[in-house]
């Protein structure tokens, strides 16, 4: 795969399910990626699918040194099971002058923590993945969304099947339940702003801008 021309190139420490799933992903999408485990056996494992993997305690500032951290734009703090583990290392990171640390915690608590010793992002994957989940068996008819002042939301939809054969026109959902619709796939074609006599099917996904509270009047009256 060819690199992004604005890739940067990202250190990943810590290659347990979450940080192994991250470095593997970054690679995939064409970045530069280093991966940092202090077991053997984890780095081998993955040495075969990110750009280099090494075996080191990045507790030890002279190790991370001796693999020119601060050359890489941003760290990921991926050790999860040791707080105190990645506490050190996110500290040491920063001391060396790293530009950008990411750093995953359990919990809200350490998140806490973490920002203190002034870490630049803290992700929460347990936390956030049953956050997500919940939002899935809500709205199941919601397949991504994007949140954003005030309640408003940008979302892909799968439109109910209750509307085969039946024809749902943009005006309908602009001016009956509030929804700006801003892009209809069909077909694995897009529609970017389609007209208002555009006449929507079941099969189609729909981007659309709208509060929650209009999506499920929409989904209820089908």
Same mark, same amino acid.
């Given at each position: 795969?060819t690199?992004?021309?604005?890739?940067?190139e990202f250190?990943?420490i810590?290659l347990?399910?979450f940080g192994?799933s991250l470095?593997?992903?970054?690679?995939?999408l064409?970045?530069?990626?280093?991966?940092?485990d202090?077991?053997p056996?984890v780095?081998?494992?993955?040495?075969?699918?990110?750009? *280099?993997?090494?075996? #080191?305690?990045?507790?030890?500032e002279? @190790?991370?040194? +001796? $693999?020119?951290?601060?050359?890489?734009?941003t760290?990921?703090?991926?050790?999860?099971?040791?707080?105190?583990?990645?506490?050190?290392?996110?500290?040491?990171l920063?001391?060396?002058g790293?530009?950008?640390?990411?750093?995953?915690a359990?919990?809200?608590?350490?998140?806490?923590?973490?920002?203190?010793?002034?870490?630049?992002?803290?992700?929460?994957p347990e936390?956030?993945a049953?956050?997500?989940?919940?939002?899935e068996?809500a709205?199941?008819h919601?397949?991504?969304?994007?949140?954003?002042?005030?309640?408003? *939301?940008v979302?892909? #939809?799968?439109l109910?099947?209750?509307? @085969?054969?039946? +024809? $749902?026109?943009?005006?309908d959902?602009?001016?009956?339940?509030?929804?700006?619709?801003l892009?209809?796939?069909r077909?694995?074609?897009l529609?970017?702003?389609?007209?208002?006599?555009f006449?929507?099917?079941?099969?189609?996904?729909?981007?659309a801008?709208?509060?929650?509270?209009?999506?499920?009047r929409?989904?209820?009256?089908?």
């Open positions: 795969m690199r992004p021309n604005h890739a940067h250190a990943v810590g347990g399910r192994g470095a593997h992903a970054l690679n995939t064409g970045f530069e990626v280093l991966g940092i202090r077991d056996e780095v081998q494992s993955i040495s075969d699918d990110i750009t *280099r993997a090494v075996s #080191l305690d990045a507790t030890d002279d @190790a991370l040194q +001796a $693999v020119d951290i601060t050359a890489f734009d760290v990921v703090v991926a050790i999860g099971t040791d707080f105190e583990s990645n506490l050190l290392v996110a500290s040491a920063k001391a060396l790293v530009r950008r640390v990411i750093a995953k359990v919990t809200q608590r350490q998140r806490t923590i973490l920002e203190r010793v002034g870490v630049d992002q803290v992700v929460l936390i956030e049953g956050r997500r989940l919940a939002l068996l709205e199941p919601v397949l991504q969304r994007f949140d954003f002042g005030e309640g408003h *939301r979302l892909e #939809l799968r109910p099947e209750t509307l @085969a054969g039946k +024809a $749902v026109h943009h005006k959902l602009t001016e009956r339940y509030g929804l700006t619709v892009a209809v796939e077909d694995q074609k529609q970017i702003a389609p007209p208002p006599d006449a929507f099917t079941a099969t189609d996904l729909l981007v801008l709208g509060t929650r509270e209009q999506v499920d929409f989904f209820s009256a089908f």
